[in-house]
């Protein structure tokens, strides 16, 4: 088929990749000329894992192009994807702008019926939004043919959004008539050889089901950094209550982390959107808005327990954040939890030597002013980072950190501290390396608790 996808984002270029890799004809627009440059260079502009290569293939075999003219990519088009961002709006809401300017671009330019599919994350009532905005256009231009809309949410996860998009554990497709479901199914059948799982429902349904999966997935981190702040007042270890609790398959081993918090593009933004749902129908949300407040007061956690254990007093000190992008595999720090203690640092007049393998470059992009003064340093690597540091704070669970020489690291800092912010290390094995160790909802030795109200 002959596919265009409107944004290559992460998941316009995840999408993009992924169909053109199973033989469809793709053009992806990008309105951003840095972005757009970069991929005509060949570059992969984010960090995905499998993503340049598969990029770089398809640039050779011209299976895959990339352009900056809509016009370019409509030509001959069976279905248009919809992938551009949905930010929330100050008052939490999702922004709807990118979605209906794609709308009028489209209602413009459209020359030929073809599927319009949005695949980003909106409000239910917004397909049909973009269907009757089109549509006024094509009728405004004397067409006498319609274009139908459908629904098709994105489920994959940064850091594994290849695997995700190629094995998916289900597609939706929201269209109110079988025509549109029958082309979609068709599109994905070679990602569903092994197992039909393929979903079709309502269009408003499929819209709501995308933000009832992160609501749901938020909750349960939410829910286990509940847990923790209580276990941190019992001497209870939240870890050993985590394989308890996971090993009922009612529950689950998933999402039952306890943490400093989750960031990204997807959760805090889409369970703001969701409250701001509810508030607009009369519905007070308060499942959700615990989830937001639990989480707002997780990502304080760690700032909290440094500002304690240094009794109050942080300017001057020398402390190393390890992990930066809002989660492994990606180098998005979208309302990452690094920011948040960052900030906290810097506030305080701390010094903060940071590294992370994907997400320095967005980093020093947002903290030129700091880095300029030498407040904050960007390190290379771990041991680099932990160099004369009071402390050592785990922020972001990256593979490369789950090891480290811990010998090296106590001989390389002022004072062998650690704050593990997502419970990945051994509390008795770090103290036979003469490390304090203070973990999220762990019981603590005589000192201060990573605890929360
Ligand atoms: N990132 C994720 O993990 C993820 C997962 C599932 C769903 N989603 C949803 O998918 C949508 C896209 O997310 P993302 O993370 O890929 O966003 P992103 O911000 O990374 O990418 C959006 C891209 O669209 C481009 N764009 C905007 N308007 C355009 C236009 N008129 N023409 C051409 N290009 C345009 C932007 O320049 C940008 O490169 C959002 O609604 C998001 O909630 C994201």
Redesign the pocket.
Known sequence: MRLCI???????LVTAACFAEMGNQVVC????PD?LAALRRGECPIHEPGLDTMLAQQRLSGQLVFTGQ?LEGLRQVDIVFI????PAQEDGSADLS?VL??AD?LGRHLSRACLVVN????PVGTCEAVAQRINRQLASRSLDWRISVASN??????GA?IEDFMRPDRVIIGCDEPHSAELLQRLYSPFLRNRDRVLVMGLRAAEFTKYAANAFLATKISFINEMAALCSLLDVDIEQVRHGIGSDRRIGTHFIYAGCGYG???FP??VRALISTARQQGFDPQILRAVQARNTLQKTLLFEALHQHFGGYLQGRVVAVWGLAFKPGTD?IREAPSLVLIDALLAAGARVQATDPAAMAAVARRYPDAIGNAQLVLCETLYGCAQGADAVVLVTEWKQFRQPDFLRIRGAMRMPMLFDGRNIYDRAELSGHGFLYHGIGRPVAGHCKVTAA
């Open positions: 409107i944004g290559a984002g992460y998941v316009g627009v990008e309105r951003d972005r809509l992938a551009v961002g949905t990118h300017e794609v671009q695949k980003s994350t909106v949410p994105e489920f994959l996860k940064e959004a990204g593009s997807c933004k889409d998005d």
